[in-house]
Nanobody, 118 residues
Framework: VQLQASGGGLVQAGDSLRLSCAASGRPLSAYDMGWFRQAPGTEREFVASIGWSGGRTKYADSVKGRFTIFRDNAKNTVYLQINSLKPEDTAVYYC????????????WGQGTQVTVSS
């Protein structure tokens, strides 16, 4: 499966963004999906994940209550709704997929830049 992330941009603190991750090659419903991010000079970190059917959502503590992950398997797309953006949310955001039950994410998108100005 190929993943294409989009929706990033330059926004102000307090704004909202919706990131999208479109899948091609295989049905997205075959995969659990996740979002990760990497800020300059830091390691990539987990942000959120969702099970293949839309359940089993998990979030990093730093984003709980502000970020929502959801998916539309009919559109082969997973989303990350980001509200109340903070400057510390600035990072490249990556979507990733793994077969249900797999331990590691095998498939990665190219990333989309989110920059939050104060």
């Amino acid at each position: 499966v190929q993943l294409q992330a989009s929706g990033g941009g330059l926004v102000q603190a307090g704004d909202s963004l919706r990131l999208s991750c479109a899948a091609s090659g295989r049905p997205l419903s075959a995969y659990d999906m996740g979002w990760f991010r990497q800020a300059p000079g830091t390691e990539r970190e987990f942000v959120a994940s969702i099970g293949w059917s839309g359940g089993r959502t998990k979030y990093a503590d730093s984003v709980k209550g502000r970020f929502t992950i959801f998916r539309d398997n009919a559109k082969n797309t997973v989303y990350l709704q980001i509200n109340s953006l903070k400057p510390e949310d600035t990072a490249v955001y990556y979507c990733a997929g793994r077969a249900t039950g797999a331990l590691r994410y095998e498939y990665w998108g190219q990333g989309t830049q989110v920059t939050v100005s104060s």
